[in-house]
């Protein structure tokens, strides 16, 4: 089993429309969990960052971790245009040196 | 202008040709990343630098060679690749601690013809 696991998609949805973006991961030791955001041609931003389980909310965006689950989502409410790219879920253990694992990315497309 | 710069950002070269590709940061971080992006892969980690020394090679073959002359410097050294390594290659860095993030460079397109 890989250790991050996101559907690549190609998620298509009309602009407004509520997107759900899941990825779900092996290892419980998992304590960080990030969500970045890469446009075509261009290197991965960070978007979203949680510490263990819950939810952090930032305007639009709505990141949520079950880690009873294994399981972590990012909703995008009234989804724009400029929201098609694609959306990497990233994953890191609590112990210094570890690096980020990265899920295979799910490409949106909004359209207007 | 993110605060990890990369150069080229388009790169094409034949198997016999050496090149480099460059990263600067200026986040004040001390651990920088190599990353190779593919498409239908997830991201790759190629190696990781703390504090200039190299603290993780993931099998990467010897035509690929990083170097890391201080905290906010990181090349690349490409020598005699093959096609199935064009890719986009991707420079990134954070400060290293179990929480904190990673910042990526806009990335080098590389083409091996």
């Known amino acids: 089993q890989k250790e991050v696991e996101q559907d690549p998609g190609p998620l298509s949805v009309p602009e407004g429309a509520i997107v759900s973006l899941n990825c779900t991961y092996s290892n419980s030791a998992f304590q960080y969990f990030m969500w970045y955001r890469q446009y075509s041609r261009k290197g991965p931003e960070l978007l979203m960052y949680?510490?263990?389980?819950g939810n952090k909310e930032d305007g639009r965006f709505t990141a949520q971790v079950d880690k009873s689950s294994k399981y972590i989502s990012l909703f995008i409410r009234d989804s724009q245009p400029s929201d098609s790219a694609t959306y990497l879920c990233?994953?890191?253990?609590?112990?210094?040196?570890?690096?980020?694992?990265f899920g295979k990315g799910t490409t949106l497309s909004v359209s207007s | 202008e993110t605060g990890v710069t990369q150069t080229p950002r388009h790169l094409v070269m034949g198997m016999t040709n050496k090149k480099s590709l460059k990263c600067e940061q200026h986040?004040?971080?001390?651990?920088m990343y190599w990353y190779k992006q593919s498409a239908k892969k997830p991201l790759e980690l190629m190696f990781v630098y703390n504090f200039k020394e190299q603290t993780e090679n993931n099998s990467v073959p010897s035509r690929f060679s990083p170097e890391c002359p201080n905290s906010s410097h990181l090349f690349l050294h490409l020598h005699t690749l093959q096609p199935e390594d064009s890719a986009l290659y991707l420079c990134a860095s954070s400060q290293e601690n179990p929480g904190n993030t990673i910042y990526f460079g806009e990335g080098s397109w590389l083409t091996v013809v």
């Open positions: 986040l004040g971080h001390n651990a």
């Open positions: 990233a994953i890191k253990g609590n112990q210094a040196g570890t690096a980020l694992i």
């Open positions: 949680t510490y263990s389980s």
